[in-house]
Each structure stands twice: as C-alpha cells, then as structure tokens.
C-alpha cells in the first residue's frame, strides 16, 4: 500500500475486512479459522494475496507451507 496509508491503516482492520468479505463464500463463519498470517508492507499498489488451506483431522494437516517460496519471482510488481 502507498506509506501515506500504510501509516494509518490498521493490520487487523484490514484482515477483517478480507475476512468479512470471504463469509459465505470460502467459509460460512469466521469462527471457523483456526490460523491467520497477517503483515502490511509499503508498495506503490494495493494488493492482497490470499491463500487458504482446508485443515484435516490429522496433525499432519495443519502445518502451513511457506506461501511465497511458490510466487515466482517475475509475477512480483515493486
């Protein structure tokens, strides 16, 4: 996000938002949300990046791989 709101935007507001617009679509409750990666970084554009995993019954299940080790580094705008 540009530094002029980086400042003044709240991370967890933002997470919300995100959150409350994914309702009914990827989940039917946020209660349902076991874990959540939250940052904010400054960038001349807004961008969200979303990855959501389906835990299973196994502990196995739960562990979350490093998301960005997949983006390949071309698809990165600065």
Do not use: H
Not at 47 to 62: C, N, Y
């Amino acid at each position: 996000m540009p530094k002029s709101s980086y400042l003044v935007k709240d991370v967890d507001n933002m997470a919300k938002s995100i959150l409350d617009a994914f309702r009914g679509i990827a989940y039917d409750d946020n209660k349902q949300i076991d874990s959540l990666f939250v940052s904010k970084c400054v960038s001349a554009k807004w961008r969200v990046w979303i990855a959501l995993k389906k835990l299973g019954d196994s502990p196995k299940t739960w562990f979350v791989e490093p998301l960005m080790a997949k983006v390949p580094t071309e698809s990165l705008i600065v």
